[in-house]
């Protein structure tokens, strides 16, 4: 149903602001970028630098460096 999939979208929205938030928090505590992916859910370093480039308008590279 139309409901459901709109249910699915804010869910699936709501989850990556949530992913990328805690991305941003590690990454200024120093953490490692790979790690940081990992622990975000990532299994590709490519995905998760294009979605927090995309997110932040930063590479997680320069993000921690400003910390």
């Known amino acids: 149903s139309i409901r459901r999939q709109r249910q699915m979208c ?3 929205r ?4 949530a992913r990328m938030l805690h991305a941003m928090d590690l990454l200024a505590r120093g953490t490692q970028v790979t790690e940081t992916a990992f622990e975000v ?5 490519a995905a998760f630098s294009t979605a ?3 997110f932040t308008d930063a590479t997680p590279t ?4 400003q910390f």
């Open 10 to 12: 804010i869910r699936d």
């Open 14 to 17: 709501y989850l990556h602001v």
């Open 41 to 45: 859910g990532y299994t590709s370093m």
């Open 52 to 54: 927090f480039r995309r």
């Open 62 to 65: 320069h993000y921690r460096a």
